[in-house]
């Protein structure tokens, strides 16, 4: 954001704090609009309303523990996948997850929370990561529909992000959606193989779709007339389309794509609309979605948990670590090490 009256010298100042002589408030109220309008990107040390900063924080947050969390169905399989392809394929999609992590932490934190506040909130149920990690991994053609809808439905929600209003988010979401694209393909690759082969291996393609294909659905959120939130992140450019949208979007890529897949998707209401120039799609059940939200998902136990444990057994890594950084920082300045 070029004006100089929006630019925080001093930290991260609220309108009301803002230094004197930069401006009154309304003036950096003003600036920070006229930078959204003309769709220039907030940066960390530009002025910016508190509750453009608190929705940012709560986005980036989910998103950042979506992604770690995410690992755990797939690295599920990763001991029993079927060759050593098959398995250095998802090694390496697992790890790219946790890169995701850490980029989002990142953002989240050029925004004055810190990484470890942000954990403790996951470890603690007070914010969220995505509904769609709280269903089982029942078999190795789960991956393949991971891949092929979970990532899909990432894509198709986070393309949009790369050009959100806040240049941190913006920018992580590039490398996040060129690495996704690698996902979706070796997802839909999996399945393809697994649809041509045996009867067996098709059943277990198709079984896999079924029950991956409603909760995917799920993962853009609430429809738009129950998102309480949509239509302030609208004004602000931090979403770009609303949720309704962009599951409208995800439904028309996937139908060609299931076609070619030779998989069924399980929704008999499925069909073109002619009028609309889109596909008409059943109700979704989101008495379901609410409930996973609220803790009472197929497995939402088990992956906080999971994920705590990790974290606690994890201690003596990010110790060692901070020690390392501490010596390092110590040549630099020519202090003594002990
Ligand atoms: N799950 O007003 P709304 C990945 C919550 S990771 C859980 O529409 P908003 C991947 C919402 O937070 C994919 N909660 O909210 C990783 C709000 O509750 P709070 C993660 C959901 O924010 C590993 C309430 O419902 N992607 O791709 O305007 C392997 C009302 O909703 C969900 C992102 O996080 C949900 N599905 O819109 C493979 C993308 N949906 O916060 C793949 C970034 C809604 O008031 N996030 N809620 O307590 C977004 O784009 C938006 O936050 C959402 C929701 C579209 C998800």
């Known amino acids: 954001m070029a004006t100089a009256a929006a630019r925080d010298t001093a930290g991260s100042p609220t309108a009301q704090e803002a230094p004197a002589g930069l401006g009154d408030p309304a003036e950096f109220q003003r600036a920070f609009d006229a930078a959204v309008a003309a769709d220039e990107r907030i940066e960390p040390r530009d002025w910016m309303p508190d509750a453009y900063r608190a929705t940012l924080v ?5 998103h950042a523990h979506s992604e770690i ?3 755990q169905p797939e690295a599920n399989w990763i001991t029993r ?3 050593l392809r098959r398995k250095a394929i998802l090694m390496a999609k697992v790890q790219d997850e946790a890169g995701h992590g850490l980029y989002l932490y990142s953002a989240a934190e050029t925004l004055g929370v810190g990484r470890d506040e942000l954990l403790d909130k996951l470890h603690s149920g007070r914010q969220k990561y995505s509904s769609i990690f709280n269903y089982p991994t029942l078999t190795w053609a789960d991956v393949g529909a991971i891949g092929w809808l979970v990532d899909g439905a990432a894509i198709t929600n986070q393309v949009p992000l790369c050009r959100c209003s806040y240049g941190p988010y913006a920018r992580a979401m590039v490398r996040v959606c060129k690495e996704e694209s690698f996902h979706q393909r070796q997802g839909y690759e999996l399945l393809l193989a697994l649809s041509k082969g045996t009867p067996e291996q098709h059943a277990m ?5 079924d029950r991956w294909w409603w909760p995917s659905l799920m993962m853009f959120g609430p429809p738009d007339d129950e998102s309480q939130h949509s239509a302030q992140s609208m004004a602000w450019k931090i979403k770009r389309h609303s949720n309704d ?4 979007r995800f439904v028309d890529i996937c139908v060609p794509q299931a076609e070619s897949l030779g998989l069924t998707l399980p929704d008999p209401d499925l069909r073109w609309n002619e009028e609309r120039g889109h596909y008409d799609f059943g109700a979704i059940d989101w008495s379901e979605f609410w409930e996973v939200l609220k803790g009472n998902g197929p497995c939402n136990e ?3 948990s999971r994920r705590r444990k990790a974290h606690e057994e994890g ?15 110590n040549d630099e300045t020519g202090a003594t090490r002990a």
């Open 81 to 83: 996948a079927p060759s």
């Open 58 to 62: 709560r986005q980036i947050a989910q």
């Open 245 to 248: 949208e962009l599951r409208q």
């Open 69 to 71: 969390i995410g690992m």
């Open 302 to 304: 088990e992956r906080l």
């Open 205 to 209: 393609a198709q079984d896999a779709v």
């Open 315 to 329: 201690a003596w890594v990010r110790e060692a670590a901070a020690a390392h950084a501490a010596k390092h920082r």
